[in-house]
């Protein structure tokens, strides 16, 4: 598949488009990183860089109009060239959270530790 660095300027349109397909909240689209890799018309995967040894996946997002087995394939290349990626920048920590099962299973396949208590997640604008 064609991996490619995520570009605000020209994919945003697409993960907003994404995002409406699966009825997920559209009105803070400026809060995602600026930083990922996408499939163009398949899927992305977003990431917070920090000043930490620590970057955040914040996004992991497909086209619900594309074949299931052609998505998640696509969700699988990106998670693995995703943590390379990350690696060669020098982070030492990958961490994200989701409640979606699907999304579990794929970070649990690509080593992943799950917390299995729930999380709250906690957001507010300055």
């Known amino acids: 598949m064609n991996v490619q660095p995520y570009n605000p300027q020209d994919h945003l349109i697409h993960i907003a488009h994404w995002l409406k397909q699966w009825k997920m ?13 996408i499939i163009p018309g398949i899927a992305a995967v977003l990431v917070y ?3 930490s040894k620590t970057c955040i996946v914040e996004c992991m997002i497909c ?3 594309r074949d299931k087995q052609v998505r998640e ?8 060239v995703l ?3 990350m690696k060669e920048k020098g982070f030492k920590y990958i961490t994200s ?3 979606n099962p699907k999304v579990v299973a794929l ?3 690509h080593g992943f530790i799950i917390n299995e208590k729930p999380c709250f997640a906690f ?3 300055l």
């Open 97 to 99: 959270n989701s409640t």
């Open 107 to 109: 970070a649990k396949k």
């Open 73 to 80: 394939e696509a969700l699988d290349e990106l998670v693995a």
């Open 25 to 37: 909240p559209l009105e803070n689209l400026d809060m995602l990183p600026p930083t990922g890799l």
């Open 49 to 51: 860089e920090t000043n």
């Open 83 to 85: 943590l390379h990626m």
């Open 63 to 65: 086209n619900k109009d």
């Open 123 to 125: 957001t507010r604008s």
